[in-house]
């Protein structure tokens, strides 16, 4: 694994692998179990490298939209052979297909409404590896490029199908330029909030979607369908996304501080509690009405640009609610305000 600035962040948390693991059904075992390897080692990188302070931006040669698709031949070894540039016509390969397509609405998503030349606001060229390791059930950013399992096939698909998870993988990069939210317990739990709430909005700027008519769900493409599971996540309704689910067991995202985790596991509840702030967004978006980029997307992309690594839900709060009143009123900035509390986190007026 190569050093970055960024730890790595997987789509798929290890709490969900190690219950695949548990699986009564004898293939997921195989699988969820050669999968844990891999991952717990990726883990233990990205936890190692989280405070260094160096990052490889592979630079566009035009200075704007560049993507690189890669082949990985279901092998470990990253990026693999270089199957589709920027500009090239379209692939054989679905896959190759899903992840030149997605990454470039991510990258329009970001220019289109903030302004914001890639992940790193200079342009920097996005690449992605498709079929990367064998029936590996994540997509993960490693601080430099994309990657894509192929999932196994009995819980999960390809992992190129969801452009939330694409977006959310790829604002994992946009928040190490910006806040750079330290990767464990509240910081770590904003950073994948802030993904999961950039990847459902690229998904509904793509398909012209009003908050009241959107689908919250994150990553509901990638699971092969079952009447116990429906995504990875639900912004809409926090710890519904599976449950009592053969292979996956619970969804254990809160909606609320009374219920916040505040264990060891999944690096202190990062993709746990970031059910919290997932729902206080939901809450803002569906209240303020219309598309939830314009507004309150919009209010959550400049409050990050405020934020710090070591910042608290407390101070996320209280950004978004500051930034809603002085860049639009003191309206928005109440429905901000409340929508936090009803989740339990109080900003004073």
């Known amino acids: 694994m190569n050093n970055c600035r960024n730890p790595l962040h997987c789509i798929v948390p290890g709490f969900i692998l190690k219950r695949m693991a548990d699986s009564p059904n004898k293939a997921v075992r195989r699988f969820a179990i050669e999968n844990i390897g891999p991952s717990a080692a990726m883990r233990a990188v990205r936890k190692k490298v989280s405070s260094m302070q160096f990052f490889a931006a592979i630079p566009s040669p035009a200075g704007k939209k560049y993507r690189l698709i890669y082949n990985g031949g279901h092998l470990p070894d990253l990026p693999g052979n270089l199957v589709r540039s920027e500009g090239d016509p379209r692939h054989k390969d679905v896959s190759v297909n899903e992840a030149y397509d997605f990454s470039g609405y991510t990258y329009d998503f970001y220019k289109k409404l903030f302004d914001r030349n890639s992940l790193d606001n200079n342009g920097m060229s996005l690449l992605s590896t498709v079929h990367t390791r064998s029936h590996f059930n994540n997509a993960f950013w490693n601080g430099e490029q994309m990657a894509y399992g192929d999932g196994d096939g009995i819980v999960f698909g390809r992992f190129t199908r969801s452009v939330d998870v694409v977006g959310h993988e790829l604002t994992h990069g946009v928040v190490t330029f910006t806040a750079n939210l330290e990767y464990e317990n509240q910081p770590g739990a904003l950073n994948e909030h802030f993904a999961d709430v950039m990847g459902t909005l690229v ?8 908050a009241a008519k959107a689908s919250w769900l994150i990553g509901a493409e990638l699971l092969k369908p079952a009447p116990t599971r429906r995504a990875l996540r639900d912004m809409a309704a926090p710890g519904t996304a599976f ?21 060891p596991d999944d690096y202190g509840g990062v993709h746990i509690n970031s059910g919290i702030p997932n729902h206080a967004f939901f809450k803002v978006a569906t209240a303020l009405g219309g598309k939830a980029w314009e507004k309150a997307g919009r209010i959550w992309y400049e409050a990050l640009l405020k934020l710090n690594a070591k910042s608290q839900f407390q101070e996320a709060a209280e950004t978004t609610v500051e930034v809603a009143g002085t860049s639009y009123n003191s309206a928005t900035a109440k429905v901000v305000r409340n929508a936090w509390a009803a989740v339990g986190i109080k900003v004073p007026t």
Request: aromatic share 10%; net charge negative; hydrophobic share 15%.
């Open 203 to 210: 998904r509904q700027w793509r398909k012209k979607e009003s």
């Open 243 to 263: 449950v009592d689910d053969p292979d996956l067991g619970t969804d254990p995202q809160p909606n609320h501080m009374d219920d916040f985790y505040d264990g």
